[in-house]
């Protein structure tokens, strides 16, 4: 059974740098045809895909334009786990944060969620 | 705003089969058979019930149904049930790599 498990901390302050773990467990990361994706939801912005990793003989990652000049999403194959990292954070990135993964070009199976609010 | 238009409510009667509208444009819903939709209970996570339009994963109950008309693509509940209370969310690929959700729908059992 597939597993996603986040941690991370629920407070980060404005201009800082936001960052996520997602541990995998029953599944290897590596995987050939699916993708390893970040998305976050707030009442304001409602759901938001924020971007993925995924391997295809190497590593490589896909970003939505709204977050892309800030967003980092890396495979850790070691620990079978990715992160996320999401540079100069203001209150407006104050979410539910997700990790998915993505098959079908559909979110199979999601993690707990973690929420965050940026605030000083 | 959200990319994807659903309505904000809908109810129904145990037993009653209601319907889910997503209504996007010929970029995302219109080009793509990659709608998928999604069923989130409160402070939990969202657990996927359709992909690519009409797919239903392995454990969804065939009671969920989708399909897809033009720009707009529809969640099917049928004999509903106390337990389907809950928010509803339509997901559909909008080319270049990337997603875009509707703004939720939420389903009450009267």
């Known amino acids: 059974q597939i597993q996603l498990q986040q941690s991370g901390p629920g407070l980060v302050r404005p201009s800082q740098t936001l960052s996520l773990t997602c541990a995998i467990s029953?599944?290897?990361?590596?995987?050939?045809?699916?993708?390893w994706n970040w998305l976050r939801q707030s009442p304001s912005r409602g759901l938001e895909w924020l971007g993925r990793a995924y391997y295809r003989s190497k590593w490589s990652n896909d970003y939505a334009v709204s977050v892309k000049s800030r967003i980092t999403i890396n495979p850790d194959t070691s620990k079978n786990q990715v992160s996320l990292q999401l540079n100069s954070v203001t209150p407006e990135d104050t979410a539910v944060y997700y990790c998915?993964?993505?098959?079908?070009?559909?979110?199979?199976?999601w993690g707990q969620g973690t929420m965050v609010t940026v605030s000083s | 705003q959200s990319a994807l238009t659903q309505p904000a409510s809908v109810s129904g009667s145990p037993g009653q089969s209601i319907t889910i509208s997503c209504t996007g444009t010929s970029s995302d819903v219109g080009s793509y058979n990659l709608v998928s939709w999604y069923q989130q209970n409160a402070g939990k996570a969202p657990k996927l019930i359709i992909y690519e339009v009409t797919n239903r994963p392995s454990g969804v109950s065939n009671r969920f149904s989708g399909s897809k008309s033009g720009n707009t693509a529809s969640l099917t509940i049928s004999g509903l049930q106390a337990e389907d209370e809950a928010d509803y969310y339509c997901?559909?690929?909008?080319?270049?790599?990337?997603?875009?959700f509707g703004g939720g729908t939420k389903l009450t059992v009267l």
């Open positions: 997901c559909s690929y909008a080319g270049i790599t990337t997603w875009v």
């Open positions: 029953g599944d290897s990361i590596s995987t050939y045809n699916v993708a």
């Open positions: 998915a993964k993505g098959e079908h070009t559909a979110f199979t199976i």
